[in-house]
């Protein structure tokens, strides 16, 4: 694959079947690291966002409407893994946005989210054949589109994006993963927990990044991170913020002390 960067990443963004996406996005990812792809700084303007390439299934319906399952079920089980897989897919497509979309950046910024995406789709593959071991596949289940509304959102500017994708909506899961993980054990499924802990682990790394690229924003605009996040968490995050937080996995993804408190504070949940 050769080229540049941002029509690699547009092909990966439309590409609709579930190993197109990861193919395409293995071979980007292995082409910008070998030197194949360029990052042109003459580059146009990025199209409007717009929905990327999907799959006929899942069925992408209202949160409210996904049906309660029980977990000790072999259904329940399924699609609990089945939505944790939703949003790895999910999240292949935001680490490509985030490379495509915003322009005129440091070359470390795309390699970030390139890397990212890479990740992104492993961890779909490992999730998938879980599923497929137990009898089932990506697609059995419905699903919500609420990741890429943050994303449609926040198209406009790079530090909004920082700021709610990764810190807000794809950090939750360095919160309530650990629980997961418990839960599995007790139910003796040591493959899903394998996977979790993998997935725990690397999405601390690419929450980092959001951290590292919210600040770079806030120094270029000679604004105050927290004081930004503050407002930002304000207009866009009410609704999607909820606590618990794992402090230690936050911390670990560059949430200062001042951020954890605020969090806290702002989700109603006192320290």
Not at 221 to 249: I, Q
Not at 250 to 260: I, K, N, P, V
């Amino acid at each position: 694959m050769t080229g540049t960067l941002f029509d690699a990443a547009r092909r990966c963004l439309a590409a609709a079947a579930p190993d197109e996406k990861v193919a395409a996005t293995f071979a980007a990812a292995g082409a910008l690291a070998a030197g194949r792809l360029t990052v042109p700084a003459d580059a146009p303007p990025p199209e409007p966002i717009r929905m990327p390439g999907r799959p006929d299934r899942p069925r992408l319906v209202h949160p409210r409407e996904l049906p309660k399952r029980g977990f000790g079920t072999p259904e329940g089980h399924a699609a609990f893994i089945h939505a944790i897989a939703h949003i790895e897919f999910n999240a292949i497509d935001l680490a490509w946005d985030a490379a495509y979309r915003f322009r005129g950046l440091p070359d470390a910024f795309y390699a970030d989210w390139v890397s990212c995406a890479a990740d992104e789709a492993r961890h779909f593959v490992m999730l998938r054949d879980r599923l497929r071991a137990l009898g089932f596949d990506y697609g059995d289940f419905d699903a919500h589109n609420g990741l890429w509304e943050m994303a449609e959102k926040t198209a406009h500017h790079g530090m909004e994006r920082m700021a709610l994708v990764p810190r807000v909506l794809e950090a939750r899961g360095l919160d309530v993963t650990p629980g997961m993980i418990v839960r599995l054990q007790g139910m003796g499924d040591g493959d899903t927990v394998a996977i979790l802990e993998v997935i725990l682990r690397e999405e601390v790394a690419h929450v980092a990044a959001g951290s590292r690229w919210f600040r770079w924003y806030c120094e270029r605009a000679g604004v105050e991170p927290a004081t930004t996040f503050k407002r930002l968490l304000g207009e866009y995050a009410h609704a999607v913020l909820h606590g618990p937080f794992n402090l230690d996995a936050r911390a670990a993804a560059g949430f200062d002390d001042d951020e954890l408190a605020l969090l806290q504070g702002f989700a109603g949940n006192p320290l």
